[in-house]
């Protein structure tokens, strides 16, 4: 929020403070990217662990929709109040901080018993699970998979090591596959789609993340995942071929009409989106935070944002080196990342079928298990846990609707 209101102080002034102040903002972005999947899987009851998860990337759909809503011509939003763009990440940045104080000051139940504050470990259990039988059985959970850790965290090394490779290999590669699938296609098709269509996507994007967190529970990860491949695969295909037919034809402009390949390449971006909001676009973060420990979170989405880096940049020198050239048309810039996103997407049908695991309704001891390359002396070492705790070793609390610490 600071860094938004000093951008609003400074818009006419020198650049360099703007991109300073950009580069703050961009700091805490990449902050909370960690933190808030991390956090909600902490919170989430276990049968509701997906959709808790999810309401993450649906915050992120509709934000972007707001954005379209802002940016939209016909509102002319930004023509007749230009303070909008700063108005209103302030005012959501505050929304935020007013909930996090007002509905959940506590920090989350496994934090709390690392540090080894059973107490607080009981009451952040109580405002999640009313019932005091489920909250024993949670905190029983809780108590193993700490003693597992011996309350020392998993290292940068320990995470490419025997024990932890494959959960972060798995994690890794989700990460890459889900931005390599697809998830920058709007940009090298901002010239082919018309703002009114970009506007629906926005969306049609909202409706399908709401649709993947209520499907994450019922059908479970790996079955969208795998799927939703397919789909990408073929429609980049369908898109790829379009555009290798209409090489001459196809109109790479804003202001040009809507020629029927462009209505063609149209139909094959928005069941990709869809798709890619359905799948893999919010479970990549779902699965990593099920799979990896703290450390590996935020090697996963360190990797995110270096393939956003490594997409975006390399498309810009392109595009604009095409414009340079005596051809309208950047056919081979679009063509080549088309390329990338089906291979990529093809090559996530086989990832998926082959090293992802399920992780619906499991615990985290139950997906270590899985993933370990030793799996019968990890599960006999997993089995020689701590009896159960007793009812008083947690206090007894005012329960808590999980929708506020959901909406944080």
Not at 331 to 349: D, K, N, P, T
Request: glycine fraction near 8%; aromatic fraction near 12%; charged fraction near 15%.
């Amino acid at each position: 929020m600071v860094p938004q209101l000093l951008i609003s102080t400074e818009e006419n002034g020198p650049r360099q403070f703007l991109i300073i102040f950009r580069a703050l903002q961009g700091m805490g972005i990449g902050m909370q990217s960690v933190i808030v999947p991390l956090y909600l899987k902490e919170i989430a009851p276990l049968e509701y662990s997906g959709r808790v998860q999810i309401i993450h990337t649906a915050g992120i759909t509709i934000g972007e929709l707001i954005g379209y809503i802002v940016g939209y011509e016909e509102f002319k939003l930004l023509e007749n109040y230009p303070g909008i763009l700063v108005f209103t990440p302030t005012l959501f940045s505050i929304v935020q901080i007013v909930l996090l104080l007002a509905f959940f000051r506590e920090d989350t139940p496994i934090f709390l018993l690392k540090k080894k504050d059973k107490v607080g470990c009981g009451k952040a259990l109580e405002k999640i699970y009313p019932d005091a039988n489920r909250k024993m059985q949670e905190y029983n959970a809780l108590r193993e998979v700490v003693s597992e850790e011996e309350y020392s965290p998993p290292s940068y090394g320990d995470l490419f090591k025997t024990e932890l490779r494959r959960s972060t290999i798995i994690g890794v590669g989700l990460i890459l596959f889900r931005n390599f699938g697809g998830f920058f296609i709007l940009i090298m098709f901002g010239g082919v789609i018309k703002k009114t269509v970009t506007f629906l996507f926005g969306s049609l994007d909202v409706l399908a993340t709401f649709v993947a967190l209520f499907l994450s529970d019922k059908v479970g990860r790996k079955p969208l995942l795998f799927y939703g491949a397919i789909i990408m695969s073929l429609c980049h295909f369908s898109s790829l071929l379009t555009l290798v037919i209409n090489k001459c034809q196809i109109q790479i402009s804003v202001e040009g009409p809507l020629e029927p390949s462009n209505i063609a390449l149209i139909i094959s971006i928005t069941i990709v989106m869809l798709t890619y909001y359905g799948s893999i676009g919010p479970l990549g973060f779902v699965y990593i935070a099920e799979t990896l420990p703290e450390r590996g979170v935020a090697v996963g989405m360190a990797c995110y944002w270096i393939t956003v880096v490594l997409i975006i940049f390399p498309y810009q020198v392109l595009s604009n080196f095409s414009r340079s050239s005596e051809k309208d048309s950047n056919f081979s810039v679009l063509a080549s990342f088309l390329i990338v996103f089906l291979v990529s997407c093809v090559s996530l049908i086989f990832f998926t079928y082959s090293s992802i695991i399920e992780t619906k309704g499991k615990t985290e001891k139950q997906i270590r298990l899985e993933m370990s390359p030793n799996k019968p002396q990890e599960e006999q070492r997993l089995n020689q846990s701590e009896q159960p705790a007793s009812v008083e070793h947690l206090l007894e609390g005012e329960p808590i609707q999980l929708l506020f610490t959901t909406i944080l």
